[in-house]
């Protein structure tokens, strides 16, 4: 009986044993985390209060869709158009055109703006128009490249109505808190297309500093990723430090 009386009290000692390590082990762990997850708390405060001097957004598809808001502004041009004269013109045939100077473009290897693109193909649809409808000679050219010019105008214009119109939902909210929790910060937009937010006037024009454009003339051929955009941009921020010293 004394011996296995024995065998039990050693068989509670090494269970006591085990319970008393798995214990341990639990605490060190529970110390672990605790420790890693105020390490972590405190790497996040650090992060979100960091200075922030310049801030930058992408516009298509970032703070807008691009794809409705080109599909209204060329809407409008084609509606433009069939106001001044020029009814068989449509979207399809103004696609093709575009389509069809990219492709002739590529054979020379030959880049242009997205302006430019544009402007060709409106001038490419009024002549094919001009050529089986109209014979009037007392058009010159001058009337042509000021007809095109308004023509993309309101191409422009409708261009950054849309993009108001179709605004993500947040993206106002997003930036009015990025001016309150950075208030000295200077906020700018960099884009290959022609959005420009300051010429959004009721919705981001006051939201931004500036705006860079891959068809800008400092900035053409060097649209993104190439790092001349980037440079641009770079210097208008510092441009911008240099005007409001003065202003000081």
Known sequence: NFSTNQDQVTKMVELMTKQSILLILIAIANAFTSQTLKHSHRKSNAITKLNADLITFDLDDTIFPVAPVVQDANAALISHLHGIGYGEISQESLIASTKLIRGEL?????????TE???RAI???IDRY???QRTNA?????YFTDLVTKAYDVWEENRHL???KYLYHDAISMLEKL?????????GAITNGKGNPLMMKDT???LFDFCVSGEDDDVFPHRKPHEGIYNVALQRYKDLLHLEGDDN
């Open 117 to 119: 693109l544009r402007k």
């Open 130 to 132: 001009e050529l089986h």
């Open 179 to 187: 001016r309150s929790e950075y208030p000295n910060a200077t906020i």
């Open 204 to 206: 981001l024009c006051d």
């Open 162 to 164: 849309a993009a108001e």
């Open 123 to 125: 001038r490419m649809e």
């Open 138 to 142: 007392d058009l010159t050219e001058r």
């Open 106 to 114: 590529s054979t020379i290897d030959k880049v242009i703006t997205y």
